[in-house]
C-alpha cells in the first residue's frame, strides 16, 4: 500500500478507538506508540479479531490489563470466579464495536471486509515484537493510570489502489437508533 | 402473563444487558447464544412475542437464522429485531427482505429500544 494509504487507514483506526473506548466506559487520552518492552502489567486481556475482503485482509488485536477491563463492565460482575469470563465476554464485545467501527470507515473509502468472531486470551507478561511489514496502526492509548493497546494489520495486493475517495456522508444508521421496516 | 422475548447473542454481556432492561419492564426473557440455538427455541416455543437478534455469531448467524425460520409458516409473523454492530445498507436490506421488521446498530439506546418493543408487541 502507498504509504498516504497507509496513513488514511491508520486515521480511521484512531478515530474508531477515540469513539468506542468511551463508550465502552474506558476513557482514553491521545494515541502515542507502544512502549517497546517497558513494565507491563502482569495479567493482560488480548481480544483479536481477523477480517478480509476483495481487496483488504488482516487482523485486529486489543490488549489491555484484564483491571481495566474489569472496571470498565457494563453489569454488576459475578463474586466467584465466574467475573473473569464475564471480562473476557466484554473484551469481546468491545473489540467487535471497535472493527465494526473500523469497517464503517473503510466502507466509507470503498473497502469493504468481513470480520471474524472475538476471540479472547489471557497472558501473563505479554510481549509483543516489533512492527513488522503489514502493520498499518500499532498505538498505545492512556486510560487513566492504565492503558489499551491496538495493532492493526491490514494487507493488499502489490500495486493495487485500496482506498477511493470519500463517497460523502456514512450511510450506516446512528448507533442505538431504531429503524424499522 | 408475561409476554416473552428471544434474545440472541453470542455475547453473554449483551444478553444480560438487554435482558435487565427488558424483565424490569416486566417481560420475560429467554436467552439463545448463536443462531443455530435460537432457531431450536423458536422451533420449541409457540408464545415468544419477538426476537432481538445479532447478525455475527458462530454456528449460524443472525440473517441465517431469520431465513431459516421464516421458512416454518408458523413463524410467518414473528417479530425479529436486529441488533448488531454491522451497519451497511446492503446488509440491512438482505435483513429486510428475509422478514426481520427492524434494525439497531449497538449500542442500544435503552429508552428507544424498550418503546420500539411495546410498540410492536404492547405492554409486557
Not at chain 1, 475482503?53 to 457494563?74: F, K
Not at chain 2, 423458536?42 to 421464516?70: H, Q, Y
Amino acid at each position: 500500500m502507498e504509504a498516504s494509504e497507509i496513513d488514511a487507514i491508520r486515521e480511521i483506526v484512531i478515530e474508531a478507538s477515540r469513539h468506542v473506548f468511551p463508550s465502552c466506559g474506558i476513557a482514553v487520552g491521545e494515541a502515542c506508540d507502544p512502549p517497546e518492552n517497558g513494565a507491563e502489567d502482569a495479567k493482560q486481556l488480548v481480544a483479536f479479531m481477523g477480517f478480509a475482503g476483495p481487496i483488504l485482509r488482516g487482523t485486529l488485536a486489543l490488549v489491555a490489563p484484564i483491571e481495566l477491563m474489569r472496571s470498565s463492565y457494563p453489569l454488576p460482575l459475578s463474586d466467584n470466579a465466574r467475573w473473569e469470563f464475564d471480562v473476557f465476554d466484554w473484551s469481546g464485545e468491545v473489540a467487535n464495536r471497535l472493527l465494526a467501527n473500523i469497517k464503517n470507515g473503510l466502507a466509507a473509502r470503498g473497502v469493504e471486509i468481513e470480520a471474524s468472531t472475538p476471540r479472547v486470551m489471557l497472558a501473563e507478561h505479554l510481549h509483543v515484537t516489533r512492527s513488522v511489514k503489514g502493520t498499518v496502526c500499532s498505538s498505545c492509548f492512556a486510560s487513566g493510570a492504565s492503558w489499551v493497546k491496538i495493532w492493526f494489520d491490514a494487507m493488499a495486493p502489490d500495486n493495487q489502489q485500496v482506498l477511493r475517495e470519500p463517497q460523502g456522508p456514512s450511510a450506516t444508521p446512528p448507533e442505538g437508533d431504531v429503524l424499522l421496516f | 402473563m408475561a409476554k416473552k422475548v428471544l434474545i440472541v447473542d453470542d455475547s453473554r454481556t449483551v444478553r444480560q444487558q438487554l435482558g435487565i432492561v427488558l424483565t424490569e419492564a416486566g417481560y420475560e426473557v429467554v436467552e439463545a447464544s448463536d443462531g443455530l440455538d435460537g432457531a431450536e427455541k423458536i422451533a420449541t416455543s409457540n408464545d415468544l412475542a419477538m426476537v432481538i437478534c445479532d447478525v455475527n455469531m458462530p454456528r449460524m448467524n443472525g440473517i441465517e437464522m431469520l431465513t431459516f425460520l421464516k421458512q416454518d409458516p408458523r413463524h410467518a409473523n414473528l417479530l425479529v429485531l436486529m441488533l448488531t454492530t454491522e451497519g451497511q445498507p446492503a446488509l440491512i436490506a438482505r435483513a429486510k427482505a428475509a422478514g426481520a421488521r427492524g434494525w439497531i446498530v449497538k449500542p442500544f439506546k435503552p429508552d428507544l429500544l424498550l418503546g420500539t418493543v411495546r410498540k410492536l408487541v404492547g405492554a409486557a
